[in-house]
């Protein structure tokens, strides 16, 4: 585990961006595992900035996003897929046919999650999973309590979860429910980019890094990986050392 420390939201940012464009560089045809968030944001402009300078290409490049709100259209610009589109997808020169979501609006979610696991092994597995994490430590839509096995499944979200989301719906309660790869989904990946910043993530970070590796802490998977590095600014790093 590596844990580098950025003075500022915008530097974490921006060198998670151009670690993922190097990757991209020495492998074209990458599979990436995506998030969304506020979090990401930057990350997204950089690589969208860095594309637009003529630096990266994605066209060889295929993703799979982690999650997405049970219930939502993708033409719901609160969802993921819609995200995701407008932030990087829509701005790059990614094919699309080649960016995977869950599908909110399944109508046997079972057989759709059992659909994108099947998918992401057969397009090699996930080369570079960037990862946000929760204020209460998720990771993906995996709440506190979760299997460090589980795989993608539809799971209930976390009263605190709904409530730091719900300024992405005006102030109202987002969905309650997400389709999420599982933690084993995730820890599948060769290698795993954490990016955590401001202070509202300094207490999730201090237990990923330093509690006890327990479900009651989702990212404290995390330490079972060997490839994993968390990408902090000042104030989301503020309690762990290098
Ligand atoms: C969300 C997403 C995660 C994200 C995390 C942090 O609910 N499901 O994938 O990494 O919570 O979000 P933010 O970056 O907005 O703080």
Redesign the pocket.
Known sequence: MRINHFPTTVAAAHAVADRIAERLKAKPNLVLGL??????EPVYERLVARHRAGEISFAGASSFN??EYVGLPPSDPRSYRATMDSQLFDLVDIDKTRTFVPDGLAADPDAFARRYEAMIREAGGIDLQL?????NG????NEPGADFAARTRVVDLDAS?LE??SAFFGGATPPTQ?M?MGIGTILDSREIIVLATGA??RDAVRAALTGPVSPDCPATALRNHPNVGWWLDAESGADVAA
Do not use: P, S
């Open positions: 998030a969304t968030g506020v979090t990401m982690l999650d990862l946000g994490i929760g204020r998720h990771i993906g839509f979860t730091a989301n997400a999420t509202v993530k």
